[in-house]
């Protein structure tokens, strides 16, 4: 009985830490396909996965930043999705290539017309941005999640410096600088070619987000077989006494 219950507790402790794990690494991110240079152009992905176990994602909505707001934003086509692009006026015109641009792009909106994102399951939503901004190391997007139960995620709260990651976290994209000779060193820069819709390589290299997700498992069997070990020993410890 002892034995049993030592078990039985191993086992709620490794579920728990699991259990209490597993979320953070279903966040909505936004990630370059290659360099995001400052004053450049970038093809972007945004990862959503399905966090849901009977629920499909059906709709996602991305709105730019409006701090730094993009003049040239292209989504790629997708299969089994219909996409809407929303423009809104600019308080303060651009100016692109020698002309001025009162309005950009604001949202993005992708509607599943089959199945969408089915659970176990995560899609990503391409754009091409640009110019990225010079003044600004990193943009923030906020992203809303639709399940197909009427079920809607926000994901829009800001993580703020020396503070633990929020439940509900906005994507961010990190820029990088640009190279000493000028260049931005973007894949976007060859906007034409992400209007057509060619089949894309998703197996790229592992970014950031995703060593931190390895990082974080292998940290958790550590600690499922940290639990198992001690209560294995101390089942050992108490044959041993009655013994």
């Known amino acids: 009985m002892n034995a049993s219950r030592i078990a039985a507790a191993g086992a709620v402790a490794a579920s728990a830490v699991l259990a209490l794990s597993v979320p953070a690494f279903a966040h909505v991110s936004v990630q370059p396909e290659g360099p995001a240079a400052k004053g450049g152009y970038a093809v972007v992905d945004f990862k959503v996965p399905n966090e849901r176990d009977d629920s499909a994602t059906t709709k996602v909505e991305v709105n730019l930043p409006t701090d730094h707001p993009l003049a040239s934003v292209m989504p790629q086509p997708l299969d089994g999705w219909s996409v809407e692009v929303t423009k809104s006026k600019l ?12 309005e950009a792009v604001s949202k993005v909106t992708w509607t599943a017309t089959g199945k969408g994102i089915e659970p176990g399951f995560f899609q990503k939503f391409p754009l091409s941005v640009g110019q990225l901004p010079e003044d600004a190391d990193e943009l923030v997007f906020k992203a809303i999640q639709t399940y197909d139960n009427k079920e809607v995620v926000r994901w829009i709260e800001p993580q703020k410096e020396g503070t633990e990651e929020p439940e509900n976290p906005a994507p961010v994209l990190a820029l990088s600088a640009t190279s000493a000779d000028g260049h931005h060193g973007s894949a976007a820069e060859d906007a034409s070619d992400t209007s057509t819709p060619a089949a894309k390589d998703t197996t790229s290299a592992a970014s950031p987000s995703d060593t931190d997700t390895t990082a974080r ?23 041993r006494v009655d013994a």
């Open 91 to 102: 308080a303060k015109p651009l100016t692109m290539h020698g002309e001025k641009i009162s």
């Open 217 to 239: 498992v292998l940290g958790i069997v550590g600690i499922v077989v940290g639990a198992a070990g001690v209560a294995y020993g101390v089942l050992a410890g108490r044959r």
